[in-house]
């Protein structure tokens, strides 16, 4: 019933948010006098405070309608190109100038683990300008009939691979942190099949390929509970009226409240700045504030089924790097991987996949020729800098491009590629 009561509670507490709401604007009027007053900021900013604390954070946009293509502004198109019932495929469409290059092909796989797919919009931001962008744009489970069955991390891999399909030769894949196994899961069985739609490069970003190597405290946890402690304490089901009424899923809330309770101290004073950013009138700061919180706080509920899968087969059997990973009834065999190159990538202060825990893959991909794996590590980034910030559009989105470039099917023949293992340095 926790869910139920959750909802109840959010329901209770939508007239309170309204009137917060109400007040706000209110004390904020540039008609009431005391709007220019530090008193009436304190008052707007206490209610504004209260009404985003207490508020569900719908589904952000990309907002990414003009990118710069050989140092000319082009129209962006976000449009939709493949469908299924627990995920869209979306296409960012340039309308570039004729005689454009279009840059490699690259599909995004975003994370299902939580946040929407627009918690990548500065990977894509930073990709945009030079390639040819699709991303995984994964539904929320409370939003899924039960009528359209269950969706678990088998069912994950058969997306990744349809989608492939979908798109056809000479595309590369990139996955951003947990869908670093499926994604790698879907290349060897592609392989295993000798499919002509397997990607020409994949690149692998803070993923939790091996989990036993430096392990996190997220790690840690999955490494101190049974499966049956997961099932019994984070899973539950969909309320009504929702869509996805008595579907079984992890709850996004939930979710939310692990990964706050992480950093709790620096989410409040994170609000306490807020605040104060409010009253001092200082209009930047506090714009940051919501852009950054305005994502954070927007999460999705995860099937139980997928979300139970991987953590039983990632953090606690660790079936992929043992190779002892099934997809249905067939093993992923990583060794068949012979013809897709392999990018790695990690931050060196990651603490939700710790360091060696991605170049992993590099060790399980054991006939990948060498001049056709790449591995680096970015000194002075946590996880999400390892795919947005300053750091990643200035060293690492480059080396996604060039690699892609490198080793597309339409490249010409190289010199072998260095092996880069921290912060540029080649060995």
């Known amino acids: 019933m926790f869910y139920q009561l959750y909802e109840l509670n959010h329901a209770f507490m939508a007239p309170f948010r309204a009137t917060a709401d109400a007040m706000n604007l209110a004390w904020r009027n540039p008609l009431n006098p005391w709007s220019h007053t530090a008193l009436g900021r304190s008052f707007s900013a206490g209610f504004e405070v209260f009404e985003r604390v207490t508020r569900r954070y719908g589904k952000p946009a990309f907002g990414l309608p003009r990118t710069i293509v050989e140092g000319e502004s082009v129209a962006v198109e976000e449009e939709i190109v493949w469908r299924k019932p627990f995920c869209d495929l979306i296409h960012f469409k340039r309308h570039l100038p004729a005689g454009a290059d279009k840059g490699p092909r690259i599909l995004i796989v975003a994370p299902m683990s939580g946040h929407y797919a627009t918690l990548l919009r500065g990977t894509v931001e930073a990709l945009l300008p030079s390639a040819d962008l699709y991303i995984t744009d994964w539904i929320d489970a409370r939003m899924v009939p039960v009528t359209e069955g269950d969706f678990d991390l088998d069912d994950y891999i058969d997306y990744v691979i349809d989608i492939l399909h979908h798109l056809g030769p000479d595309t590369h894949v990139v996955a951003v942190c947990q869908p670093s ?25 803070g993923g939790p390929i091996d989990t036993r190597i430096n392990p996190t405290a997220v790690n840690q946890l999955a490494q101190d509970k049974p499966l049956s402690w997961f099932r019994d304490n984070v899973i539950m089901q969909v309320p009504w009226p929702q869509p996805g009424f008595m579907r079984n899923v992890y709850p996004g809330f939930l979710q939310l409240s692990g990964f706050m309770s992480m950093n709790l101290d620096r989410h409040m004073i994170a609000h306490k700045d807020f605040y104060m950013h409010l009253v001092k009138n200082d209009g930047d700061s506090a714009e940051k504030h919501r852009d950054f ?3 954070y706080l927007a999460v999705m509920d995860l099937t139980a089924e ?11 059997k660790h079936s992929l790097p ?41 060790t399980i991909c054991t006939n990948i020729p060498d001049h056709m794996r790449l591995h680096y590590m970015q000194p002075d980034v946590g996880h999400y800098g ?12 480059p080396r ?11 490249a010409k023949a190289t010199t072998p590629v260095k092996r880069v293992i921290k912060g540029g340095k080649s060995l």
């Open 386 to 397: 390892v795919f947005n910030g300053s750091r990643f559009r200035r060293e690492i989105a």
């Open 400 to 410: 996604i491009i060039q690699f892609a470039r490198t080793h597309g099917k339409k």
């Open 322 to 362: 043992k190779g002892e990973m099934m997809h249905r009834t067939k093993r992923v065999d990583t060794a068949a991987i012979r013809n897709v190159a392999l990018l790695t990538v990690e931050g060196e202060n990651d603490d939700i996949s710790g360091v060696g825990q991605t170049k992993a893959a590099q």
């Open 293 to 295: 919180y305005d994502e």
């Open 181 to 205: 196994v499926p994604v790698l899961a879907a290349v060897a069985v592609m392989e295993g099949d000798q499919d002509s739609c397997a990607p020409s490069s994949m690149t692998l970003m």
């Open 306 to 316: 997928f979300y139970l899968q991987t953590v039983d087969t990632v953090f606690i």
